[in-house]
């Protein structure tokens, strides 16, 4: 793994010159059983360096909470590995979503990640890391706690939890779908 982050560095590095990307890694034990999968750090994640930290930190307990999954099975990683931003209106820097660009650029090493995570189930939080791994056809809303495979493992597509708070008519079947997965992983176990 250490490896593997000296060569994004480098490659980030060189591809982004005079740019300030901070890179934020994944976190968590290797190998995990479960690896959650998020779109791109923001701000809070940029500034500790620290997936799921600050507000999406919250999101994170809950969805332990809910699914009944500790937090030593668990490596949490981010399909881009630093934060997209844009200028707003008001001259201020704000998060954006990430490009098909940045996404394909990043893909490589969180192939070579998970391969190094060895996960029992990749669990994927909204479309980007969904449609990173499977292709642009899954679409989170037909797909969402389905037991789904990328490459000989088991993937269980989630709503990202930023969009639950966003669209509430979302919360019941995400609530449901996190329920099921720790159902799921407490009858394998
Ligand atoms: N923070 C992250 O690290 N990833 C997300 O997808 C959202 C917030």
Redesign the pocket.
């Known amino acids: 793994m250490e490896k593997l982050r000296r060569e994004m560095t480098a490659f980030f590095q060189k591809l982004y010159v005079g740019e300030q990307k901070i890179l ?1 890694f994944g976190e968590g034990k290797t190998p995990a059983r479960v690896a959650l999968i ?5 701000e ?2 940029a500034l500790l360096g620290r ?6 930190g919250k ?1 994170l307990d809950e969805f332990l909470a809910l699914s009944g999954i500790s937090r030593a099975e668990l490596y ?1 990683t ?1 399909t881009v590995k630093f934060r997209p931003v844009k200028t707003s209106a008001a001259g201020n820097t704000v998060n954006r979503a990430p490009s098909q660009e940045e996404i394909r650029l990043c893909l490589p090493f969180l192939k070579r990640e998970l391969a190094l995570v060895n996960p029992e189930v990749i669990v994927t ?2 479309n ?1 890391p969904l449609k990173a791994l499977l292709g642009r056809q899954a679409i989170i809303g037909e797909v969402h706690g389905q037991w789904l495979a990328w490459e000989g493992k088991r993937l269980y597509p989630l709503y ?1 939890p ?1 969009a639950v708070i966003y669209n509430r008519a979302l919360r019941p079947a995400y609530e449901d779908d996190v329920r099921r997965l720790g159902e799921a992983l407490r009858d394998k176990a």
Request: aromatic share 4%.
């Open positions: 934020v998020g779109e791109a750090p923001g809070q994640e997936p799921f930290v600050g507000r999406a999101n949490i981010n939080l909204g980007v990202h930023a």
